[in-house]
Every structure is written in structure tokens, then in C-alpha cells.
T-cell receptor, first 110, second 117 residues
Framework: TQLLEQSPQFLSIQEGENLTVYCNSSSVFSSLQWYRQEPGEGPVLLVT?????EVKKLKRLTFQFGDARKDSSLHITAAQPGDTGLYLC??????????FGAGTTVTVRA | KAGVTQTPRYLIKTRGQQVTLSCSPISGHRSVSWYQQTPGQGLQFLFEYFSETQRNKGNFPGRFSGRQFSNSRSEMNVSTLELGDSALYLCASSLLAGGPTLQETQYFGPGTRLLVL
């Protein structure tokens, strides 16, 4: 089983501040995904990164896939209360099963 | 296009009972995956169905089972419920089955929150 470790577990910041969430593994992943889950809802896919070293931007969110494809980060610039949620990274194992990290709970205070 | 729907949204059962949860995928999607989400273990893969066949299974006991119908709707069943089965059960659908790379986007439903007393 390929494990994904996310850090930090919890993050509470003021509106307008920046934040970075990390997803690390000792295994190589062919690709990684980032999801955001809000209370009472299922996870919603934000991005899929495929190429080592790839950087993708989604408005104020920047996603990076490590060169060795073992880690990824999510950076949010000028966070807003609407960014509050549980951020999950996920990657496919050799057995095609999708593995999720434990998630980072982000709270942006107004 | 309607999203993934799950019924019921909330359920309370007692130990020893059995429960059936239902998932209706997005129209045209043929793959349905089920996940269990708990505060302690996070999101864990239960099983995936594609064209009525179980294609993959996670590390859960045989008490957890599922099936998919010809219209792609899926059900999962948990027999002899235990307190530890209390969780949010999520269903996700995609056009095609999962593979070694994430080529297919999964769309998650809102989940069924199961409480076992």
C-alpha cells in the first residue's frame, strides 16, 4: 500500500494570509490529485498533476508536483473564508486503488 | 446534469443490524466506487464496480459487500453492524474504470452518514 502523509493536520489563518499544505510519500506516484471537502459534502476535485516538477495554477491556488513524483504541495495566496475546508491529496496505487492522505483541515478566519 | 446522489443521507442503526446504502451515479457514468471516511482512518477505498462487475476491492471484512445494476446504480450492504462501522460512506462515479493513472475524474456524492449505536 502506498501511503500519503499530509501536513500540517490543522491550519488556522487570518483572511489575506498565505498558506501551504504538503503531501508526501516514500513511493513514486504516476499522478496525484488534490480535493477539497466542505462539511456535509463529498470531496471535489481541484487538480490532477501528472508530470514531475509540474506546476498548475487555479486562481489563487498553486499546485506543485515534486520532481521525483513523491510529493506535492498546495499553496493558497491571500486566503479567503471560502477556502475553508478539508484538503485531501490522493494517488493511484499499482493495484488501481485510490489512496487518500488523512487531509489538512484549513480554517480561514474573517 | 445531475450530480451523484446518495440515499439515505443519514442513518442510525444498532449493533448487529444490517444496512443498505444506495448510490445513483451521474448519467452516462459506468464506474462507481465506494469509500468509508472516519476521523481516525480518513478516506479508505471499499470497492469499485464497472459494468456490474466488481473490479477492485479494498481491505475490508466480508461484512461489506456491494453490487451494481444494469443502469449503473449501485448499492452497498454492511451486515452485522459494529460500532466501528460508524462513518461517512461516500460514493463516487466516473465515466470509465480507474487505472494506474488518474485519467478519469471521479465525482463524489454528498455521502451517507451512518451512526451505529
Amino acid at each position: 500500500t502506498q501511503l500519503l502523509e499530509q501536513s500540517p493536520q490543522f491550519l488556522s489563518i487570518q483572511e489575506g494570509e498565505n498558506l501551504t499544505v504538503y503531501c508526501n510519500s516514500s513511493s513514486v506516484f504516476s499522478s496525484l490529485q488534490w480535493y477539497r471537502q466542505e462539511p456535509g459534502e463529498g470531496p471535489v476535485l481541484l487538480v490532477t498533476v501528472v508530470t514531475g516538477g509540474e506546476v498548475k495554477k487555479l486562481k489563487r491556488l498553486t499546485f506543485q508536483f515534486g520532481d521525483a513524483r513523491k510529493d506535492s504541495s498546495l499553496h493558497i495566496t491571500a486566503a479567503q473564508p471560502g477556502d475553508t475546508g478539508l484538503y485531501l491529496c490522493a494517488g493511484p496505487g499499482n493495484d488501481y486503488k485510490l489512496s487518500f492522505g488523512a487531509g489538512t483541515t484549513v480554517t480561514v478566519r474573517a | 446534469k445531475a450530480g451523484v446522489t446518495q440515499t439515505p443521507r443519514y442513518l442510525i442503526k444498532t449493533r448487529g443490524q444490517q444496512v443498505t446504502l444506495s448510490c445513483s451515479p451521474i448519467s452516462g457514468h459506468r464506474s462507481v466506487s465506494w469509500y468509508q471516511q472516519t476521523p481516525g482512518q480518513g478516506l479508505q477505498f471499499l470497492f469499485e464496480y464497472f459494468s456490474e462487475t466488481q473490479r477492485n476491492k479494498g481491505n475490508f471484512p466480508g461484512r461489506f459487500s456491494g453490487r451494481q445494476f444494469s443502469n449503473s446504480r449501485s448499492e452497498m450492504n454492511v451486515s452485522t453492524l459494529e460500532l466501528g462501522d460508524s462513518a461517512l460512506y461516500l460514493c463516487a462515479s466516473s465515466l470509465l474504470a480507474g487505472g494506474p493513472t488518474l485519467q478519469e475524474t471521479q465525482y463524489f456524492g454528498p455521502g451517507t452518514r451512518l451512526l451505529v449505536l
